[in-house]
C-alpha cells in the first residue's frame, strides 16, 4: 500500500505566482516527513523537514509545509516561484523506529515565464 | 567536505550481466542506505549497511546484493541483469542507522540502462 502519496505528478505555474505541492501520509508510516528536490540528473535535496514541535516547518529556498495531522498532510508552499524552482519534488516518510524512506511519485514542477 | 559519491555516474549492461556500483559515504558518516528510482517514480529502499551488515532490506529480489568496507563505502551489486533493472541507483548515508538528528545526504545517483 502506498504510504506516502502526492497527488498532482505535474504543477504548471507562472513565474511569481504562489505554488502548493500537495503530499498526504498513511497513519502507519509517519512521524518524520520530508520534503526533497531532484534537479535533472542530480540527487535529492533536502528541503526541509518536520520531526517534532511546530506544525509550521521553513525550509531553503523560501519554502515551508505545514504538519496536518488530522488531514494526514504535509503540503508543501512557495508564495513565489522562480524559473530555477522548476524540478522534481518528492514527499517522503519514515517511521519512528525504522530506518528506510517511504516516497511518494513526485510532483514535476515546471516554472514558466 | 565531500559529500556522497557514486561511481560510475552512467553505465549500460546487457541482459543477463552483473554490475556493481559504488558509494563513497560523505566524510563522517558510518551508514549507506540504497534506493532504485525507476522512471517516473519516487525512489524505492533497496537496502541499508552499517557496521558492514545488511540492517534491513526493501522489497527486493536476491539477485540485488550489498556490502559495506571497513573505510564505510558501499557496493550494490545486481546479478542476473532484467531490463527492469534500469533505473537510476541512489546512494545516502548517514550518521547512524536512523539518522534521526543528523539527517541523510544523498548522491546523485548512478544511472544504470539495460539493454
Known amino acids: 500500500a502506498q504510504s506516502v502519496t502526492q497527488l498532482d505528478s505535474q504543477v504548471p505555474v507562472f513565474e511569481e505566482a504562489p505554488v502548493e505541492l500537495r503530499c498526504n501520509y498513511s497513519?502507519?508510516?509517519?512521524?518524520?516527513l520530508f520534503w526533497y528536490v531532484q534537479y535533472p540528473n542530480q540527487g535529492l535535496q533536502l528541503l526541509l523537514k518536520?520531526?517534532?514541535?511546530?506544525?509550521l516547518v521553513k525550509g531553503i529556498n523560501g519554502f515551508e509545509a505545514e504538519f496536518n495531522k488530522s488531514q494526514t498532510s504535509f503540503h508543501l508552499r512557495k508564495p513565489s516561484v522562480h524559473i530555477s524552482d522548476t524540478a522534481e519534488y518528492f514527499c517522503a516518510g519514515r517511521r519512528d523506529n525504522f530506518n528506510k524512506f517511504y516516497f511518494g511519485s513526485g510532483t514535476k514542477l515546471n516554472v514558466k515565464p | 567536505d565531500a559529500g556522497v559519491t557514486q561511481s560510475p555516474t552512467h553505465l549500460i549492461k546487457t541482459r543477463g550481466q552483473q554490475v556493481t556500483l559504488r558509494c563513497s559515504p560523505k566524510?563522517?558518516?558510518?551508514?549507506v542506505s540504497w534506493y532504485q528510482q525507476a522512471l517516473g517514480q519516487g525512489p524505492q529502499f533497496i537496502f541499508q549497511?552499517?557496521?558492514?551488515?545488511?540492517?534491513q532490506r526493501g522489497n527486493f529480489p536476491d539477485r540485488f546484493s550489498g556490502h559495506q568496507f571497513p573505510n564505510y563505502s558501499s557496493e550494490l551489486n545486481v546479478n542476473a541483469l532484467l531490463l527492469g533493472d534500469s533505473a537510476l541507483y541512489l546512494c545516502?548515508?548517514?550518521?547512524?542507522?536512523?539518522?534521526?538528528?543528523?539527517?541523510?545526504?544523498f548522491g546523485s545517483g548512478t544511472r544504470l540502462t539495460v539493454v
Open positions: 497513519s502507519s508510516v509517519s512521524v518524520y
Open positions: 549497511y552499517y557496521e558492514e551488515e545488511e540492517r
Open positions: 566524510s563522517g558518516h558510518d551508514t
Open positions: 518536520y520531526l517534532s514541535g511546530s506544525t
Open positions: 545516502a548515508s548517514s550518521l547512524d542507522p536512523r539518522g534521526r538528528n543528523y539527517g541523510y545526504t
